[in-house]
């Protein structure tokens, strides 16, 4: 989303570079939800002028108060979720801050008030611009002016932190400027006390990054009045250097101001512990250094000859190398006489340089970034301060992440969280911790859930699923004493039951099924146990079964159906093996068999009879089939014969002559297909062959079948013959060859065929010969005599005389 003001986008809607941190909707969201015409009239007092500026959360308007008369600014707070009070509570706290703060360069609360539902705060209006505006129309100012300019601010500065005020988001766009040049300090809706406050503990203190010390990135609620000071050297570095303080170039700042703005820039021990000890570093004459004496010692400064390499005072050496080249020189080298580099600032470099990169490997990413910031005119070192910074900002997201993560006991995402955290940094210690906590606590919590899903399964007589349950609960957390005494409970219960369960099973193995029910619904008395139910189900349906099998066995008895009711009572003994049942199976069998004997020997006689008609009846109809097999050999209908043929009885007596014809017939199928694909010799051998093998069977009338495919060969051969002739007549050679390679094709080795394709030849170099003198007497008269040439060498070999006959 980009910011009206900067021009950048932002996608999470808050611009890091001006003041407005809410600036996704900036000046468009603030007219939209908030438009006041010129010319109204706010609580009978202030009269609208125009817009002057609008943020996310409010729009200021330059109004005319009318008691006493005198320009002001209204500033009124845009609230478009009406749950959110805590834009409420942040605007009237800016409001009370102000109010409390009386100095000449913080800008002045009039009044605070509401119009129409909106708050407002009518303040000292400063129609000046900011110092960004400043600096981004002229660019680096002057180091008089810019030192002036921060000795007002720095004045207020004092003032609040006197009062117990931190501003907490200094920066150039929020001085406000008079007409006559007077900076007014604003802004003061992120300030807090020196001590914590509720503003502190909403979460308010974001800043704006370039500006914030880097305790204020780390922890926003933790600062003190330090971090102003850090925000004014950097607001200062702005100023003197046109820079954005992200940007550090430590060699673009001024020397009369260098010292103040780096001491401003420190860490936060390191740091002016005042903003009167920094205004006082601005009123500290830069020290200049004396010159040095030639040819003297580095060590002790004593004069030394120009060719001495030591010193003859303390025996110190007087050579050194450029750090650059390696070139010797007399010390201190101040410019290489032969690569020309800056051996002082090329030490430096190469001593921040190897500390920086020591301290990254290390992972003290905020030592790292100091060393890199007093080396950033090399391109290496700011790629690694933007990594090294990229790293900081990193784990200050990651430990923020993390700590909500344990309030909200989201040990999963700490777990993930800590271990991203020791990719960057494997010291971190409170990372450390929390990846080997997290997951204990994970499991904690995952163990108490279950062990909560284990007792709801108790709740709904779940056995199984209730000590699968406490089961995993022990497992995620061997130490949890609930779970281990619910587990200990079901496991004894369900060694009960398994007991109980296979005592029935015993039972319903020995057709015990009275005694297997009993136990059955005494653990279903206690437990819904599935494999109680099991057992129950089996021997009520086994008991239910014998009972029925009983009925109806001693109905069939009483009926006369003996065999039925030894059936039933075969079946009922095998249900239960009881001695009485087994007498009236026995008998009831007894009296089958004999019926059976009797029915047996009727049918074996019947049996007899039915061989004889049945062998009668295949004879003839065997006899049958083969006629009619032999007729459709004649016919050529060789598929049906052979299913005709098949179909004679194995006990027929010339069974052997049905295969016979079986085994002609496929051979005239074979004969077929070879006439259908075109090998005509070989069909007419496969014809001789089946006329051979008819003849052998007794099967007359099977020439007919060959002569046919004789009348096709002869066909195919007077139709190829035939079309070579009409080619060569046609003088179409390459198919006057086909025709009589496909004749030679019917009839192998035929002499009228080969004659016929030596005439074709003959026809064709005769002609070709032909045409080739004729050409090459049409070059000579035409004088073409390299086609010419050409024409003749296509005839030389055929007629060598009639060449040079021509010439």
């Known amino acids: 989303m980009p910011c009206p003001r900067c021009g950048g986008d932002h996608p999470g809607g808050t611009c890091l570079s001006v003041g407005d941190r809410p600036t996704g909707a900036s000046l468009a969201s603030a007219e939209s939800a908030l438009s006041i015409p010129e010319g109204t009239l706010v609580t009978e007092r202030y009269r609208i002028g125009a817009l002057v500026g609008a943020g996310g959360m409010g729009a200021v308007y330059r109004a005319q108060d009318s008691r006493?008369?005198?320009?002001?600014?209204?500033?009124?707070?845009?609230?478009?979720?009406?749950?959110?009070?805590?834009?409420?509570?942040?605007?009237?706290?800016?409001?009370?801050?102000?109010?409390?703060?009386?100095?000449?360069?913080?800008?002045?609360?009039?009044?605070?008030?509401?119009?129409?539902?909106?708050?407002?705060?009518?303040?000292?209006?400063?129609?000046?611009?900011?110092?960004?505006?400043?600096?981004?129309?002229?660019?680096?100012?002057?180091?008089?002016?810019?030192?002036?300019?921060?000795?007002?601010?720095?004045?207020?500065?004092?003032?609040?932190?006197?009062?117990?005020?931190?501003?907490?988001?200094?920066?150039?766009?929020?001085?406000?400027?008079?007409?006559?040049?007077?900076?007014?300090?604003?802004?003061?809706?992120?300030?807090?006390?020196?001590?914590?406050?509720?503003?502190?503990?909403?979460?308010?203190?974001?800043?704006?990054?370039?500006?914030?010390?880097?305790?204020?990135?780390?922890?926003?609620?933790?600062?003190?009045?330090?971090?102003?000071?850090?925000?004014?050297?950097?607001?200062?570095?702005?100023?003197?250097?046109?820079?954005?303080?992200?940007?550090?170039?430590?060699?673009?700042?001024?020397?009369?101001?260098?010292?103040?703005?780096?001491?401003?820039?420190?860490?936060?021990?390191?740091?002016?512990?005042?903003?009167?000890?920094?205004?006082?570093?601005?009123?500290?004459?830069?020290?200049?250094?004396?010159?040095?004496?030639?040819?003297?010692?580095?060590?002790?400064?004593?004069?030394?000859?120009?060719?001495?390499?030591?010193?003859?005072?303390?025996?110190?050496?007087?050579?050194?190398?450029?750090?650059?080249?390696?070139?010797?020189?007399?010390?201190?080298?101040?410019?290489?006489?032969?690569?020309?580099?800056?051996?002082?600032?090329?030490?430096?470099?190469?001593?921040?340089?190897?500390?920086?990169?020591?301290?990254?490997?290390?992972?003290?990413?905020?030592?790292?970034?100091?060393?890199?910031?007093?080396?950033?005119?090399?391109?290496?070192?700011?790629?690694?301060?933007?990594?090294?910074?990229?790293?900081?900002?990193?784990?200050?997201?990651?430990?923020?992440?993390?700590?909500?993560?344990?309030?909200?006991?989201?040990?999963?995402?700490?777990?993930?969280?800590?271990?991203?955290?020791?990719?960057?940094?494997?010291?971190?210690?409170?990372?450390?911790?929390?990846?080997?906590?997290?997951?204990?606590?994970?499991?904690?919590?995952?163990?108490?859930?279950?062990?909560?899903?284990?007792?709801?399964?108790?709740?709904?007589?779940?056995?199984?699923?209730?000590?699968?349950?406490?089961?995993?609960?022990?497992?995620?957390?061997?130490?949890?004493?609930?779970?281990?005494?619910?587990?200990?409970?079901?496991?004894?219960?369900?060694?009960?039951?398994?007991?109980?369960?296979?005592?029935?099973?015993?039972?319903?193995?020995?057709?015990?099924?009275e005694d297997a029910v009993t136990i059955a619904d005494r653990v279903l008395a206690e437990w819904p146990y599935p494999a109680a139910e099991k057992v129950k189900r089996e021997a009520e349906g086994q008991l239910e079964d014998l009972r029925r099998r009983l009925a109806q066995g001693q109905k069939a008895l009483e009926a006369g159906r003996h065999e039925e009711a030894a059936t039933h009572f075969e079946a009922a003994a095998a249900l239960r093996p009881d001695r009485e049942v087994q007498r009236k199976a026995g008998t009831a069998r007894a009296i089958v068999k004999r019926r059976q004997f009797v029915r047996a020997a009727v049918a074996v006689a019947a049996v007899i009879v039915a061989v004889v008609v049945l062998a009668t009846w295949a004879a003839i109809d065997n006899r049958v089939e083969l006629s009619r097999g032999e007729a459709l050999l004649r016919e050529g209908k060789f598929g049906e014969a052979k299913e005709k043929l098949g179909a004679v009885g194995w006990f027929f007596s010339d069974q052997g002559r049905a295969n016979r014809l079986a085994d002609l017939a496929g051979k005239g199928d074979e004969a077929t297909e070879l006439e259908r694909r075109g090998e005509w010799a070989k069909a007419l051998a496969a014809w001789d062959d089946f006329v051979r093998r008819g003849k052998t069977e007794g099967i007359e009338g099977l020439e007919k079948l060959r002569e046919s495919c004789a009348r096709r060969i002869e066909e195919w051969y007077t139709e190829a013959m035939k079309r070579a002739q009409d080619h060569l007549d046609g003088q179409r050679w390459a198919l006057a060859l086909a025709a009589c390679d496909e004749a030679l094709k019917v009839k192998p080795g035929d002499a009228g065929a080969e004659e016929k394709k030596r005439k074709v030849r003959q026809a064709e170099v005769e002609w070709r010969y032909e045409e080739a003198m004729r050409r090459a007497e049409a070059h000579v008269k035409a004088e073409e005599w390299k086609a010419q040439e050409k024409a003749f060498g296509k005839v030389w070999d055929n007629d060598e005389d009639a060449v040079y006959d021509s010439l």
């Open 68 to 513: 006493p008369s005198r320009p002001v600014a209204l500033k009124f707070l845009v609230v478009r979720d009406r749950a959110d009070e805590s834009a409420v509570v942040r605007f009237l706290h800016e409001a009370e801050v102000i109010a409390s703060l009386n100095h000449l360069n913080i800008i002045q609360v009039h009044e605070v008030g509401e119009w129409q539902g909106h708050r407002f705060i009518a303040m000292e209006l400063a129609e000046g611009g900011t110092l960004r505006d400043l600096v981004k129309k002229r660019g680096k100012l002057p180091v008089e002016e810019a030192s002036a300019l921060m000795k007002q601010v720095g004045q207020a500065l004092s003032h609040a932190h006197r009062k117990g005020v931190v501003h907490r988001d200094l920066k150039p766009a929020n001085v406000l400027l008079t007409k006559e040049g007077v900076p007014k300090l604003c802004d003061f809706g992120l300030a807090k006390g020196l001590t914590d406050s509720e503003m502190s503990r909403t979460g308010y203190g974001m800043g704006t990054l370039g500006f914030m010390s880097p305790e204020q990135r780390r922890d926003a609620k933790g600062v003190d009045h330090r971090t102003d000071i850090y925000s004014w050297g950097a607001t200062f570095y702005q100023l003197v250097t046109g820079k954005d303080p992200m940007t550090w170039d430590p060699e673009a700042i001024p020397a009369a101001v260098s010292g103040v703005i780096r001491k401003c820039l420190k860490e936060l021990e390191e740091r002016y512990f005042s903003m009167e000890e920094a205004l006082a570093g601005l009123e500290e004459p830069l020290p200049r250094a004396g010159p040095k004496a030639d040819g003297g010692c580095p060590q002790c400064g004593a004069a030394n000859a120009p060719e001495a390499r030591f010193c003859r005072e303390c025996g110190g050496g007087l050579f050194e190398k450029c750090p650059k080249c390696g070139t010797e020189g007399r010390a201190p080298i101040r410019f290489c006489d032969k690569c020309g580099c800056d051996a002082a600032k090329e030490r430096k470099y190469r001593d921040h340089w190897a500390q920086a990169q020591k301290l990254a490997e290390a992972c003290q990413f905020s030592r790292a970034a100091k060393e890199l910031e007093a080396i950033q005119e090399s391109a290496e070192a700011v790629e690694l301060l933007a990594d090294v910074r990229r790293k900081m900002s990193a784990l200050d997201t990651l430990r923020l992440r993390l700590d909500e993560c344990l309030k909200a006991k989201d040990y999963e995402g700490a777990e993930g969280t800590a271990r991203k955290i020791l990719d960057l940094n494997p010291n971190d210690e409170k990372a450390k911790q929390a990846a080997i906590e997290a997951p204990v606590l994970r499991r904690k919590k995952d163990a108490a859930k279950t062990l909560e899903e284990a007792r709801a399964a108790l709740d709904r007589r779940d056995l199984e699923a209730a000590l699968e349950r406490a089961d995993r609960a022990c497992e995620l957390d061997s130490g949890n004493a609930n779970a281990q005494a619910v587990q200990a409970d079901l496991t004894e219960r369900k060694a009960r039951c398994d007991e109980a369960v296979a005592e029935a099973e015993e039972h319903l193995k020995a057709r015990r099924y």
